[in-house]
């Protein structure tokens, strides 16, 4: 594995303002511990090779001593590993698990490629985030730790968030929950029972429909334009079919990646105003812009509070390992929500919604991933329109995925046979209702740019294998991965 150096004008931006001149820490142990958040947070990849003592004493100021005591430290910790005439190399300690490397080896038929997850690993900062919680834990431990709806530090963090995107919000407007498919559950078990009709916009997220289904819900599908959303069809919906509620992904919609327009929302909400049809808004992919920033939330257009439940989620803009959500709704809701949840699982933990509210308050959106994406959506286009130019495919102005659609119905058998040929996908019926989508697939562009080129060799294989051809462009696709795997 090849070794890259950091220089030193490089690691004093990233370490910042590391030193607090009143801590009683020593210099060195603030040091180090700031070099392993950089590490931990992966601002510092592994196998980079640090500045010497000597260097980065004259760049920070300090003696060679303090320098070499905390490299000692990090050395110890397992985070640093020094060789004569090498350096010092940064490393994980024995016992943490390495991130995974693209299998660029996949393209001879070893391991399965899993390309059905929407997600992103931890943003940076995360990391800083878990250490300040940790930091701020004993101002908690004299209580109980339960709070069903959430500690107020990030119930008023959330609100102010709200606030920011011009939706003025209380912290009495807010619980907060074990992620947003917990908060759905909560709103599902509140809001409807067996045989109750919901009306959702179709396709749509998976792990909501399935929760439906759990719950024998009835739901009333009401099909997505070409472009946008059908509110004359909505709100017939609405007004036929008396449902208890609609769930609807305003925001970088979940599988499509469209965004509904201001003019739309208004339309949305006067609707379900009139047939007193409450919406589920699930904004757990609002912070996924990649083109533009969202309109100000639906509930902006609900004066009275009442009509409109805004669910949102860090899992998607921070960490999936971060189970934390919350919902918006008027505080009558929020009460009866929090007593529903007391029969449930209590409340969620102290640490981790200690580090959301770091994150929320820090207020850094995408940050540079926003560019990471946005390469990887539009390499993953350019791969798409190369080597399989019959299919249909829009860019996305966010979200985390592409939504394909094919020549004909058949995704779940190109999905099985891409997976036997090394790679697993999402058929469009997964985001339907009655085996609906049969032309879709989902293709998240969250991977790294080698895994997507080798998603998509296996996916030219199994068009190949469907249709009996051979597979367009398949050799110089063939041709840039092994290149790819010789740089």
């Not at 300090?62 to 320098?67: A, D, E, G, H, N």
């Not at 709806?149 to 008023?156: C, D, F, M, N, S």
């Not at 719950?215 to 909505?234: C, R």
Request: charged letters at 20%; one cysteine or more; glycine letters at 8%.
């Amino acid at each position: 594995m090849s070794t890259s150096f950091l220089r030193p004008p490089s690691l004093l931006r990233l370490l910042g303002a590391w030193r607090a001149q009143d801590s009683a820490q020593p210099a060195y142990r603030q040091l180090a511990q700031a070099l392993r958040m950089l590490v931990l947070d992966g601002r510092v990849g592994l196998n980079v090779r640090l500045p010497g003592e000597r260097e980065l004493a004259a760049a920070l100021g300090l003696s060679r001593t303090t320098i070499a005591a905390a490299f000692d430290r990090l050395r110890d910790e397992g985070y640093l590993e020094s060789r004569q005439g090498s350096g010092s190399v940064t490393r994980l300690p024995p016992g943490r698990v390495e991130p995974p490397q693209a299998d660029i080896d996949m393209i001879t038929g070893g391991n399965l490629l899993n390309w059905t997850h929407a997600a992103l690993p931890a943003a940076p900062g995360v990391g800083r985030a878990m250490q300040a919680a940790v930091e701020a834990l004993p101002a908690y431990l004299g209580d109980l730790g339960y709070d069903p709806l959430g500690l107020p530090v990030l119930r008023r963090a959330v609100a102010a968030h709200f606030d920011r995107r011009g939706c003025p919000t209380d912290a009495d407007q807010i619980i907060i929950t074990n992620g947003a498919q917990q908060g759905f559950s909560l709103l599902l078990h509140w809001l409807a029972g067996p045989g109750d009709r919901v009306v959702i916009d179709h396709p749509t997220y998976h792990n909501a429909l399935q929760a439906l289904q759990r719950a024998h819900v009835v739901p009333v599908p009401v099909g997505l334009p070409a472009h946008g959303w059908d509110i004359d069809a909505m709100d017939a919906a609405f007004r036929q079919t008396a449902p208890r509620f609609a769930y609807l992904i305003a925001d970088f919609h979940n599988p499509t990646g469209r965004s509904m327009e201001p003019a739309t929302r208004r339309a949305l909400v006067a609707a379900a105003t009139r047939s007193h049809t409450p919406l589920v808004i699930d904004e757990t992919m609002v912070a996924m812009g990649l083109d533009f920033a969202p309109p100000p939330p639906v509930a902006i257009h609900d004066p009275s509070g009442r009509q409109v439940i805004t669910m949102g989620s860090a899992s998607k803009i921070f960490w999936g390992g971060l189970r934390v959500g919350w919902i918006r709704a008027d505080p009558q809701t929020v009460a009866a929500l929090g007593r529903l949840r007391t029969t449930t699982d209590m409340a969620s933990p102290v640490v981790e919604q200690l580090a959301v509210a770091h994150l929320i308050d820090a207020d850094e959106g995408l940050g540079a991933r926003a560019d990471m994406l946005r390469g990887r959506r539009d390499h993953l286009l350019a791969l798409l329109e190369q080597h399989l130019p019959h299919w249909r495919v829009e860019s996305p102005a966010g979200g985390l995925s592409l939504w394909a659609e094919l020549p004909r119905a058949e995704a779940t058998a190109l999905a099985a046979l891409a997976e036997s040929l090394g790679v697993r996908v999402a058929a469009g019926p997964r985001f339907g209702v009655s085996g609906a989508f049969e032309r879709f697939l989902r293709l998240p562009f969250t991977l790294p740019e080698a895994q997507l080129a080798i998603g998509v060799e296996r996916l030219v294989q199994a068009d190949a294998h469907l249709h009996a051809r051979t597979p367009r462009g398949r050799d110089s696709l063939a041709l840039a991965l092994e290149a790819d795997r010789l740089i």
